[in-house]
C-alpha cells in the first residue's frame, strides 16, 4: 500500500521569498514517480514537476525544485521567488510499479494537500 | 493542443437519480482516470481506463462505473444516487498506464440534494 503525507495543512509565504511544501511517503513498490500538482480555487489540477525514484538528479521546472530524499522517502517542493498566483492547494502525489519489471502500476495516490498564501 | 475536457462542468441531481459525466482526453493520450474529490476524504481514485479496458479500480461501491470509448473518450456513471456524491470529478488523461504525467480537466461538480 501507498500513502502520502502531507504534515502542512497551511502555509504563508511572502511575495518573491522560497517556500517548500513538505511530503514524504510510504511505499514497498520496486520503483515509483513523484509527482506535484497545484489547484488553484477554480478547481482545475496543474501539474508541476515530476521526479523518478531512479533518478540521480533532482527535478527542476522553472522555480518550482523537488528536494528529492530517497533514503529518507521525503519529496519536497521547493517554489523560488513566490507570486501571488502561486496561492492555492498543492498535492504531491505517488505512483509505483507493482512489479520488479516495471509493467504493472498501481494508482496515483495523493496527499491531502498543503495550502498556500502569498502574501504581498 | 487542446487540454482535457469535462462535460457538464456543473450538475444537480437529487437523491436516487443516476448521472453520466463525459470527459475527452487530450489528442493522442490514450489512458483516461478518473478521481472524487470531497473535503473530508480528499482526493480518491476511482478507475483508470487504457484502450478500452479498465486497469486499475478504486475502492468505491458498484454504483460507480465507468467505460472508455475506441476515440479514447471516457464516461462515468453514478446509479442510485447519494448525498455523500456531492464532489467535484476530476478526470485526467495520460499517454499510457504508468509514470507518465497525468493532465487533469476541469472538472464536473455534482451536488445531490
Known amino acids: 500500500a501507498q500513502k502520502i503525507t502531507q504534515t502542512q495543512p497551511g502555509m504563508f509565504v511572502q511575495e518573491k521569498e522560497a517556500v517548500t511544501l513538505d511530503c514524504t511517503y510510504d511505499?514497498?513498490?520496486?520503483?515509483?514517480?513523484l509527482f506535484w500538482y497545484k489547484q488553484p480555487s477554480s478547481g482545475e489540477m496543474i501539474f508541476l514537476i515530476y521526479?523518478?525514484?531512479?533518478?540521480?538528479q533532482n527535478a527542476t521546472e522553472g522555480r518550482y525544485s523537488l528536494n528529492f530524499q530517497k533514503a529518507r522517502k521525503s519529496a519536497n517542493l521547493v517554489i523560488s521567488a513566490s507570486q501571488l498566483g502561486d496561492s492555492a492547494m498543492y498535492f504531491c502525489?505517488?505512483?509505483?510499479?507493482?512489479?520488479?519489471?516495471?509493467?504493472?502500476?498501481?494508482?496515483?495516490?495523493f496527499g491531502q494537500g498543503t495550502i498556500l498564501t502569498v502574501h504581498p | 493542443k487542446a487540454g482535457v475536457t469535462q462535460t457538464p462542468r456543473y450538475l444537480i441531481k437529487t437523491r436516487g437519480q443516476q448521472v453520466t459525466l463525459s470527459c475527452s482526453p487530450i489528442?493522442?493520450?490514450?489512458?483516461v482516470s478518473w478521481y472524487q474529490q470531497t473535503p473530508g476524504q480528499g482526493l480518491q481514485f476511482l478507475f483508470e481506463?487504457?484502450?478500452?479496458?479498465?486497469?486499475n479500480k478504486g475502492n468505491f461501491p458498484g454504483r460507480f462505473s465507468g467505460r472508455q470509448f475506441s476515440n479514447s473518450r471516457s464516461e462515468m456513471n453514478v446509479s442510485t444516487l447519494e448525498l455523500g456524491d456531492s464532489a467535484l470529478y476530476l478526470c485526467?488523461?495520460?499517454?499510457?498506464?504508468?509514470?507518465?504525467?497525468?493532465?487533469f480537466g476541469p472538472g464536473t461538480r455534482l451536488t445531490v440534494l
Open positions: 521526479q523518478g525514484s531512479y533518478d540521480q
Open positions: 489528442s493522442g493520450h490514450r489512458s
Open positions: 502525489a505517488m505512483r509505483g510499479t507493482l512489479n520488479a519489471g516495471g509493467t504493472s502500476y498501481g494508482k496515483l495516490t
Open positions: 511505499t514497498s513498490d520496486p520503483s515509483y514517480g
Open positions: 481506463y487504457f484502450s478500452e479496458t479498465q486497469r
Open positions: 485526467a488523461s495520460s499517454l499510457a498506464v504508468g509514470r507518465h504525467t497525468q493532465y
